[in-house]
Antibody, heavy 125, light 110 residues
Framework: DVQLVESGGALVQPGGSLRLSCAASGFSFSSSHMNWVRQAPGKGLEWISYITSSSGTIFYADSVKGRFTISRDNVQNSLYLQMNSLRVEDTAVYYC??????????????????WGKGTTVTVSS | QSVLTQPPSASGTPGQRVTISCSGSSSDIGSHHVHWYQQLPGTAPKLLIYRNDLRPSGVPDRFSGSKSGTSASLAISGLRSEDEAYYYCAAWDDSLRGHVFGTGTRVSVL
């Protein structure tokens, strides 16, 4: 079965740091682009970062740019999110999400298809 | 942070048809396919529709999607109590260089 398991969530003080991990199994992780998506309590979904399979292209949402760093280890089949200078508004459930890429003669598109169960980050003093 | 607009709520009685709209712009829905996610209470989102109108294996054909221009919609026919959930649309955004989500719609079965 395709599976993504996040870990590393915790209670941290404002200004602190945290590193999230996501263990992937059941699919070719090294060939897959990956994302982090978060959901603040009672709020909607917010995409925060994307990394291609080779780590050659990385994007961030403006809300985390300069503070968060996405990375991956294709040998360990793991995705990471280093979070620095944490703010109260970073409190959320963080999901690791796999991208699926479809290439045909007439089309090329990608979408987020597999989600982990999430890990909770609480930023509070 | 959401750039795709959805109605906050929709409802219907069992067996009815419910439609949810998703409005975007030329840089997101206007240029890319739309995908839909279902989030049941207390769980992670699950892919419901991809590439505007395709259903992953295991998704009932009661769920259907469509797209026109810079808008998309999700329809649930034969509404069932287990369809009570939040529904989110999503698309890639060229100007933001990332995935963008809709504001989310809570579907209630009366």
């Amino acid at each position: 079965d395709v599976q993504l398991v996040e870990s590393g969530g915790a209670l941290v003080q404002p200004g602190g740091s945290l590193r999230l991990s996501c263990a992937a199994s059941g699919f070719s992780f090294s060939s897959s682009h990956m994302n982090w998506v978060r959901q603040a309590p009672g709020k909607g979904l917010e995409w925060i970062s994307y990394i291609t399979s080779s780590s050659g292209t990385i994007f961030y949402a403006d809300s985390v740019k300069g503070r968060f760093t996405i990375s991956r280890d294709n040998v360990q089949n793991s995705l990471y999110l280093q979070m620095n200078s944490l703010r109260v508004e970073d409190t959320a459930v963080y999901y690791c999400v796999k991208d699926s890429v479809v290439t045909t003669v007439a089309d090329y598109y990608y979408y987020m298809d597999v989600w982990g169960k999430g890990t909770t980050v609480t930023v509070s003093s | 942070q959401s750039v795709l607009t959805q109605p906050p709520s929709a409802s219907g009685t069992p067996g009815q048809r419910v439609t949810i709209s998703c409005s975007g712009s030329s840089s997101d829905i206007g240029s890319h396919h739309v995908h839909w996610y279902q989030q049941l209470p207390g769980t992670a989102p699950k892919l419901l529709i991809y590439r505007n109108d395709l259903r992953p294996s295991g998704v009932p054909d009661r769920f259907s999607g469509s797209k026109s221009g810079t808008s998309a919609s999700l329809a649930i026919s034969g509404l069932r109590s287990e369809d009570e959930a939040y529904y989110y649309c999503a698309a890639w955004d060229d100007s933001l260089r990332g995935h963008v989500f809709g504001t989310g719609t809570r579907v209630s079965v009366l």
